[in-house]
């Protein structure tokens, strides 16, 4: 373990998360993968401009001399001109704005008065104009993390980049579904202090966006970059990291490399899934921005700020389960992971015992894959509301729902009637007929015949309490 103090250790990181809502400039849905087959095709060859400073930018130049051309496939279900940079942007999306707004609040940062877009060169087929709109929207933002407050020096919306396809020497190929996606990205300061500590703070902005149900979930929706240095060296972005768990060993071994190398350059690496990192392009500076002139200026004014509404973390709202439901912090903590809307299941099966009830909607589908083999997506929500309704109405008894879900999950139609309960009073005159006839066995031995003669038909645990009861 590296002393990371006393080597220099500097290290920021940059969150990019896709927002859920149509594209920043134009109507067209956010499908990120379009299932539709393409239906439009074109080609562009791209050249790299002067930037503000009336210089061009060292990526972009880099980018320039590989003289590539580049081939775009489209579907008009999830594409128009805008994309294809055949039409100027649309007016912004504001419903995509108020999002980057709220998440400003939620960092503390305070927001700009106006928000004017720049253009972003970028010139190696990404984006078919040869440049992406990015807007600073919020500064001076903070969070607080195991090991100090973590700075976050900006807050920008922008466009997603399109998805890559295929890349030879002559040409590389791209899709335009994610081309105009709305886009968060979140710049921390260099204060984070060591490996670790980057992951937490990448897990805590990772969990309050996620806290505004208002960005896309799944593989590649949210992705991280890592800027580090260490004393005597130059900075190095790492780009590519989509799960957590590997920020650590990346850093790690970044480190290393530095630390090996005499005279390292500032250049962009892209992270492999061994935790190696690989160059990508020289780092590009200031000179790739330059104003955006097809997009209006916006004023944030005190309206539009009134209406924005800071949500309910989800940390809190964990710990907000575990007291109000009488729930285990893990069991409130996975409903929250999946997304569950666990107070719609609380108001609708009130005889349902909430840990119960929990343990259905987040262990059992593990357990349908474990023990069943069976696929849990295939069970639905109008599946879990069915049987779970049977158990709240008393028609089926606990151990009979992991046996309806696996039904559901294999396309069977689900039968509450196999399953019908026992009331109490005949359970009770059955299981001391059991206990009568067979006087001196013990409760485990009992409890055999009891279960067998019910056929999963009844609680064990209430059958369990009525046997203790008589003997």
Known sequence: MHDYKKLGFKCGIEIHQQLETHKLFCDCPSLVNDENQADM????????????????????????????????????SSSCLVEMDE???????????????????????????NVIFMRKTVIDGSNVSGFQRTALIATGGWIKTSKGDVAIETVCLEEEAAKKLEAKDDYTKYRLDRLGVALVEIATDASIQDPEHAKEAASIIGMMLRSTCKVKRGLGTIRQDVNVSIKGKPRVEIKGF???????????????????????????????PDGTTTFLRPMPGAARMYPETDVQTIKITKELMSEIRLPELLDEKALRYERQFNING????????????????IKNFKNVEATFMA?????????????????????????????????????????????????????????????????????????????????????????????????????????????????
Do not use: W
Request: net charge neutral; hydrophobic share 40%; aromatic share 6%.
């Open 87 to 113: 039409e100027p942007p649309h007016h912004v999306n504001m419903h995509a704005l108020k999002t980057a707004l709220e998440i400003s609040m939620m960092l503390n940062a305070k927001t700009v008065d």
């Open 41 to 76: 095709f074109f080609e562009r060859k791209l050249r790299a401009v002067a930037g503000e400073s009336g210089s061009i930018d060292a990526a972009a130049m880099y980018e320039k001399q590989k003289n590539k051309v580049y081939k775009y496939e489209a579907c008009s």
């Open 359 to 471: 343990s259905v909607l987040t262990a059992f589908p593990k357990e349908l894959k474990r023990r069943y083999s069976l696929d849990p997506e295939k069970v639905t929500g109008a599946h879990y509301e069915e049987i779970l309704r049977y158990l709240n109405d008393g028609k089926i008894p606990k151990n009979a729902v992991i046996e309806l879900m696996a039904d559901a999950a294999n396309g069977k139609k689900i039968d509450a009637g196999k399953f019908e309960a026992v009331s109490d009073d005949t359970l009770k005159a059955e299981i001391k007929k059991i206990a009568d006839a067979n006087p001196g066995v013990p409760v485990g031995g009992l409890m055999g015949d009891v279960m067998a003669k019910f056929k999963g038909k009844i609680d064990g645990k209430k059958a369990m309490e009525i046997l203790k009861s008589l003997t």
């Open 242 to 272: 989509q799960d957590l768990r590997t920020i650590p060993a990346v850093i790690e071994n970044e480190v290393e490399r530095q630390m090996e190398l005499k005279e390292p350059k500032p250049e962009v690496r892209k992270a492999e």
């Open 330 to 345: 893990d069991l409130a903590r996975e409903l929250i992971k999946e997304d569950i809307n666990f107070e719609h299941y």
